[in-house]
């Protein structure tokens, strides 16, 4: 990947991921969120970056994105899937704007599948991540008790085996999964299929 590419970034939030993939591989972004208060965030981050000549802010939604088919040479996502009401569809969409063989790559939260880290990590969650957050303010606190439940609630609904054949199903393939920080964190990634196959 170089500077003649075009990566889209969806749920680009304050463009944090746009404005690394413009300083490691120096290609264009086009970042899409569907909140004026994220993008006009990523505003200020990436010109404070030196990175806003090399990308496109637009306000849109993943379900929907105002894209031919097959328009990206790459595409990141962060924290999406819990937030929408059809992940698989999401999914479809996702990869439907991706030229074929053209990678995906998703960071997400998620809950840890080895029994002493999944309690570190509840703890933390239920407790330390909220109680931090009210030290910061009325709002970091919501949040922490938002993620504390919608982040289980997600595993619940699609279990990482589950969640990786909604991928497959979307027409990706060669997929791969890493764990971080003790499996509360993932990042799934793969190519989109060649038309036809």
């Known amino acids: 990947m170089g500077p003649e590419a075009h990566v889209l970034d969806v749920a ?8 690394q993939l413009v300083r ?8 899409v969120d569907a909140s004026p208060d994220m993008l ?24 929907r994105l105002p894209f031919d088919d ?5 595409l ?3 924290y999406l899937l819990r937030y929408v009401d059809d992940p698989a569809a ?20 998620a809950v840890p599948p080895r029994a002493l880290a999944r309690a570190a990590w509840r703890s933390y969650v239920e407790v330390g991540l909220p109680a931090a957050g009210a030290l910061v303010g009325p709002g970091w606190y ?6 504390a439940r919608s982040i289980p609630d997600f595993d619940r609904r699609h279990p990482m085996p589950q969640l990786l054949g909604l991928y497959a199903a979307a027409g990706l393939e060669s997929l791969a999964l890493r764990r971080l920080s003790l499996g509360g964190g993932a990042v799934i990634w793969g190519r989109r299929a060649a038309a036809g196959r």
């Open 12 to 19: 680009t939030g304050t463009g944090a991921v746009a404005a």
């Open 24 to 31: 490691r591989h120096g290609c264009r972004v086009t970042g």
């Open 40 to 63: 006009r965030h990523a505003r200020e981050r990436l010109r404070a970056a030196g990175a806003a000549d090399r990308v496109v802010l637009l306000e849109g939604r993943a379900e």
């Open 70 to 74: 097959a328009s990206f040479d790459g």
């Open 76 to 78: 990141t996502v962060t």
């Open 90 to 109: 999401t999914l479809r969409e996702l990869a439907r704007v991706l030229r074929p063989g053209a990678t995906l790559a998703s960071l997400d939260f």
């Open 142 to 147: 919501r949040a922490g008790r938002f993620l």
